[in-house]
């Protein structure tokens, strides 16, 4: 098949193919734009679906954004005089027309940090620059006429509230800049008097969308006006929307949850992300007559057994990321719920594991070994020796993800572990080793090199030393070893970078 999309002139559509599993690997796009003509044209339109949020430091892409501009919002933001002589002369693409997804409260941020980098303070002429460069963004991605993927509102900063009301007003006044957009995401804090106006306006796009695909509510977003909202006889996605994301939401006094659900005719995902209040949920869904299919459930606390045996017993088939243990040890009785429950556990994340349940650990990963792909552990009380000399044993022959967060890790029962999982191979591999004493090497670093690097199994790698209010010794920082296992085709990388965290994680659900 590959062969004769090359003979039948599809090159283009299978290197793209190729480069689009680099999505996320800023310098492996910015390497494929150098290879040539072709490479640089299919490698540029991924470099700027979501350039707000690239963590790179560097926010020069705002000037090569201005100088697409009109010639009169150029004239205006040349008045100010506050940034002279930084517009490229030239571009190679309309650079605009290629973005996807749209956080207002980045593209803010964004144009802050760039302020700060050109020396320029904050005053009262720099902050109506600032709201004029916002604006201006907002009308150039609308006059290239974009088609966003996804578009966040996530307002965790009072000042940023009048902005963000401009924009959305702009945005109502042009609503197809956003009618194709399958995400939306809802961030919004209470206690402004223009939260209700913000509020308003993004219960009219809402309710203009007849497509819409996934949802999150986040951050105590006031879920009883979005409740309202989706019963409402306005809501035109009750036979698009398949994915609801709950996200640091509290349920409380929430009390109409079942004919939210109820009403919802295609909804493939609901996903609880460290939500308070999770007992009025419970006890309100476990009255539904259509399944819920719970993908995700993120526990800050311990839940009542009761409450999460009702759950699990109910909707556990459909769980798929569990993660619990943040705020206190891992429950022995939850583990055991898990493992009766939920046989299609893909992602775990266990934090805080005491001595008395690891092999309780164990016997759950064997359970789900045949779909998990994600692990971490994060140890509490529990001595390393137990999850060194076992774990390697349990695991699946592949691994997308491994994450071990161990306290003083001994060398020996380090090397049990690599050579008892030589069978496995680990697209990501992330070890922290919470230290006792400051120390600039990374003794666990000759193995690693011995069972991991030369028989190159591993695709990205990352390793720290943590010792509390000093420095962490990252491997990345060593640029000889570094180079080393670039010669095995082994990317090492900041260890904070590889790390998938809960708000890395939410932004990948589907």
């Known amino acids: 098949m590959s062969c004769s999309k090359i003979f039948s002139g599809d090159l283009p559509e299978l290197i793209y193919e190729i480069i689009k599993n680099f999505q996320n690997d800023y310098s492996t796009l910015h390497s494929c734009v150098l290879v040539n003509r072709l490479w640089c044209r299919l490698a540029i339109p991924l470099l700027w679906e979501n350039p707000f949020s690239i963590t790179t430091g560097n926010y020069n892409f705002i000037e090569v954004y201005l100088y697409n501009l009109n010639d009169y919002l150029k004239t205006k933001i040349n008045n100010y005089q506050i940034i002279n002589n930084l517009l490229p002369s030239n571009t190679l693409f309309n650079y605009p027309s290629f973005i996807k997804y749209l956080n ?28 004029l460069i916002n604006m201006s963004l907002v009308k150039l991605f609308i006059e290239n006429e974009v088609n966003l993927h996804t578009f966040k509102i996530e307002i965790n900063n009072i000042h940023y509230y009048d902005t963000i009301y401009d924009i959305l007003e702009i945005i109502l006044q042009n609503f197809n800049f956003i009618h194709n957009i399958r995400n939306l995401n809802l961030s919004i804090v209470n206690n402004h008097c223009k939260s209700m106006l913000i509020k308003n306006r993004i219960s009219q796009i809402i309710n203009l969308h007849q497509n819409l695909k996934r949802i999150l509510f986040g951050n105590n977003t006031n879920l009883s006006l979005y409740q309202s909202l989706l019963l409402s006889k306005e809501f035109n996605c009750s036979n698009t929307l398949n994915t609801i994301i709950f996200y640091y939401v509290n349920f409380k006094d929430i009390n109409n949850l079942v004919k939210v659900f ?121 001595q390393n020796e137990l999850i060194l000399r076992n774990l390697g044993l349990i695991l699946p022959s592949k691994l997308e993800y491994l994450s071990l967060a161990l306290r003083m890790i001994n060398t020996n029962d380090f090397e049990v572990f690599l050579k008892d999982s030589q069978d496995t191979f680990f697209k990501k591999l992330l070890i922290n080793n919470l230290i006792g004493g400051y120390s600039d090497d990374i003794d666990i670093l000759p193995y690693i090199k011995e069972y991991i690097m030369k028989k190159k199994r591993v695709q990205y790698l990352a390793i720290k030393n943590t010792l509390y209010n000093r420095v962490d010794v990252d491997l990345s920082n060593f640029k000889d070893e570094v180079n080393e296992f670039k010669l095995h085709n082994i990317k090492v990388l900041k260890y904070d970078n590889l790390s998938t965290d809960i708000y890395r994680f939410v932004n990948e659900i589907d």
């Open 104 to 131: 207002m409260c980045n593209i803010t941020l964004s144009i802050e940090r760039w302020l700060e980098a050109n020396n320029k303070t904050s005053n009262a002429a720099v902050s109506e620059f600032k709201r």
């Open 262 to 382: 109820e009403n919802l005719n295609v909804l493939e995902s609901v996903h609880i992300i460290y939500c308070n209040s999770l007992g009025s949920f419970i006890q309100q869904i476990t009255n539904l007559t259509k399944p819920l299919k719970l993908k995700s459930l993120f526990m800050l606390m311990a839940l009542q057994i009761d409450l999460l045996q009702s759950l699990l017993q109910k909707y556990g088939n459909y769980l798929e990321n569990f993660k619990c243990g943040s705020y206190g040890f891992v429950q022995q009785r939850h583990l055991e719920l898990i493992m009766k429950y939920c046989k299609n556990i893909k992602f775990l994340d266990l934090c805080g594991i005491e001595r008395h349940i690891t092999s309780l650990i164990f016997d759950l990963i064997e359970n789900i070994n045949q779909n998990l792909n994600y692990l971490s552990i994060n140890v509490g009380d529990c």
